[in-house]
């Protein structure tokens, strides 16, 4: 079972959001503005869960418990791989002349292939599909690399300083991972935001990764830095 099916079989009988890479558990939807005390928190990155829970905020009829149960019990023997969704990429594979990305799209399935400019035309490619397409033109093996951006680690290098930041719409929000972590584990704490940003900045270079322009989860090296700020 998948995180986004479990909370919407969840949201059938209780009410579950995901934030910060964590599942609470509601008796009911209640405005944000208004106190909310969720019952059961999850962490979906453990097989077994990490449980914290309230019970004296249960306000669920017998019938609907049970239900809310079982969700959890079949949720709970998903593995962990195969809870979250399936990563795709955009495939840019160069520029043209003008510095317009130029990226690789499906005509008919993942080996007939072409390049375009057209974002409305753009292909999305998962995990095996890449390996495919790796394997049968290995000179694209370079672009694949420096599309999957997922598995970039963003560390406490007293090199760079590290911000990050989440555009949740109507404001902005600086924020403060536990580092270590990959851009992809980023994504996972902070899932509802509308876009993330990852500013690495060096003393004369620096990068910037932005996550949620492209889709849930892709990230993209959004500008590259260069000279004393």
């Known amino acids: 079972m998948k995180i986004n099916e479990f909370i919407e079989k969840v949201n059938e009988v209780a009410y579950a959001e995901c934030n910060h890479g964590t599942i609470f558990i509601y008796s009911r939807k209640v405005p944000v503005t208004q106190m909310r ?105 370079p672009a694949i690399k420096e599309n999957k951006l997922d598995d970039v680690l963003i560390s406490n290098d007293p ?13 902005w929000k600086q924020v403060n991972p536990q580092l270590p972590a ?13 876009m993330i940003y990852v500013i690495v900045d060096g003393f004369m270079s620096g990068v910037i990764y932005r996550c949620g322009n492209y889709g849930d989860g892709e990230w993209q090296q959004y500008a590259v830095t260069q000279g004393m700020a």
Do not use: M
């Open 37 to 141: 005390d969720w019952f059961l928190c999850l962490d979906p990155q453990e097989q077994n869960f990490h449980y914290g829970y309230d019970w004296e905020s249960i306000d669920l009829t017998p019938g609907n418990l049970f239900k809310l149960v079982d969700l959890i019990q079949k949720f709970r023997l998903t593995p962990v791989n195969e809870r979250f969704p399936e990563r795709e990429f955009y495939l840019v594979v160069g520029r043209n002349d003008y510095g317009k990305e130029i990226y690789l799209t499906k005509i008919d399935g993942p080996i007939k292939i072409a390049t375009t400019l057209n974002k409305d035309c753009l292909s999305t490619w998962n995990e095996k599909e890449l390996k495919e397409l790796e394997n049968t033109f290995p000179n694209l093996a």
């Open 159 to 171: 090199a760079y300083k590290i911000e990050i930041y989440l555009d949740c719409g109507a404001y």
């Open 182 to 194: 990959t851009l992809h584990d980023i994504y996972l704490q902070y899932p509802n935001a509308v």
